[in-house]
């Protein structure tokens, strides 16, 4: 079946960029997702289709996909963002939804 | 607005049975794909299944196919999944959550997400 693979843990200071990165086998051809949860809270769709945002979500969210890698990038990075984020797929080969193992992002 | 409201959940014995349930409103809840979604404490988001807009096409994760059964009702816009032998490793926060593809054989991504029901499995 087909993984995601995330880094458990990205931390970065207020104001700077945060990248998240998302692999897995030929991923590029595929449509990315991302997802953020906060603490106790339902996950929130973040980016979808590999880079566009749902509205309400701030343009410092942003996504790219290529080759064996996603990448989640958020600028300017809040403490608001502090939370975990997880990247998703479809793989038509197993016909399942796939979620990577998630990253939590701490704000230093 | 769009919302998902789970219920339901409880504790269980294993190898007992549970019925979740997800009541739908505002949107066409017959032209859209559903989800089930799981969260273990402290683990990460699990798939669990899906049943097309048109209920023709039903897909599980392997960790529960056999066990589980997700339905839906149309006509009430509710969606249910019937979990059987369950097992602690089942215990899980669960999550209705509708996909974003309309009126199509396709699986997009997963918006919005209801609050979600607690499954505590335990003796």
């Known amino acids: 079946s087909y993984v995601l693979t995330q880094p458990p843990s990205v931390s970065v200071a207020p104001g700077q960029t945060a990248r998240i990165t998302c692999g897995g086998n030929?991923?590029?051809?595929?449509?990315v997702h991302w997802y953020q949860q906060s603490p106790g809270q339902a996950p929130v769709l973040v980016v979808f289709?590999?880079?566009d945002r749902p509205s309400g979500i701030p343009e410092r969210f942003s996504g790219s996909n290529s080759g064996n890698t996603a990448t989640l990038t958020i600028n300017r990075v809040e403490a608001g963002d502090e939370a975990d984020y997880y990247c998703?797929?479809?793989?038509?080969?197993?016909?399942?939804?796939?979620f990577g193992g998630g990253t939590k992002l701490t704000v230093l | 607005q769009v919302q998902l409201v789970e219920s339901g959940g409880g504790v269980v014995q294993p190898g007992r049975s549970l019925r979740l349930s997800c009541a739908a409103s505002?949107?066409?809840?017959?032209?859209?794909?559903m989800h089930w979604v799981r969260q273990a404490p402290g683990k990460g988001l699990e798939w669990v299944a899906l049943?097309?807009?048109?209920?023709?096409?039903?897909y599980y994760a392997d960790s529960v196919k056999g066990r589980f059964t997700i339905s839906r009702d149309d006509s009430k816009s509710t969606l249910y999944l019937q979990m059987n032998s369950l097992r602690g490793e089942d215990t899980a926060v669960y999550y209705c959550?509708?996909?974003?593809?309309?009126?199509?054989?396709?699986?997009?991504?997963?918006?919005?997400w209801g609050q979600g029901s607690l499954v505590t499995v335990s003796s």
């Open positions: 959550v509708r996909d974003h593809s309309v009126g199509t054989a396709m699986v997009d991504w997963l918006d919005p």
């Open positions: 505002g949107f066409t809840f017959s032209s859209f794909t």
């Open positions: 049943i097309w807009y048109d209920g023709r096409k039903i």
């Open positions: 030929n991923i590029g051809s595929k449509s």
């Open positions: 289709d590999d880079s």
């Open positions: 998703q797929v479809w793989d038509i080969s197993s016909d399942h939804v796939v």
